[in-house]
Nanobody, 127 residues
Framework: EVQLQASGGGLVQAGGSLRLSCAAS????????IAWFRQAPGKEREGLSC????????YYTDSVKGRFTISGDNARNTVYLQLNSLKPEDTAVYYC????????????????????WGQGTQVTVSS
């Protein structure tokens, strides 16, 4: 059974940091791209960053570039998202997802390319 377990969310003040974790099981980790998305109330789901487990390459959407850092530990089947310099507009439910994403489109971080999803973890940033 494929499982993605997202954790690490919480309440933090503006300017603070959090580290999210996505623990994967039930599939060959090295064959997949792991991505982080978020969805704020009343807004569409937004792709933030993705990590290629096969070669370690990383991609970011412009809104988080320079503030968020994605990394992976293939030995632990886990991908992390370090959130720094958090802003109130970063408040959302954060999801991790896994997919066999084409190298031609990996940088778009398109939710429709991801097959498996975790349950989400809430990040709340107070002003």
């Amino acid at each position: 059974e494929v499982q993605l377990q997202a954790s690490g969310g919480g309440l933090v003040q503006a300017g603070g940091s959090l580290r999210l974790s996505c623990a994967a099981s039930g599939f060959i980790f090295d064959d997949y791209v792991i991505a982080w998305f978020r969805q704020a109330p009343g807004k569409e789901r937004e792709g933030l960053s993705c990590f290629s487990t096969s070669d370690g390459s990383t991609y970011y959407t412009d809104s988080v570039k320079g503030r968020f850092t994605i990394s992976g530990d293939n030995a632990r089947n886990t991908v992390y998202l370090q959130l720094n310099s958090l802003k109130p507009e970063d408040t959302a439910v954060y999801y991790c997802a896994a997919g066999t994403v084409s190298l031609l489109t990996i940088g778009t971080i398109d939710e429709y390319e991801y097959d498996y999803w975790g349950q989400g973890t809430q990040v709340t940033v107070s002003s």
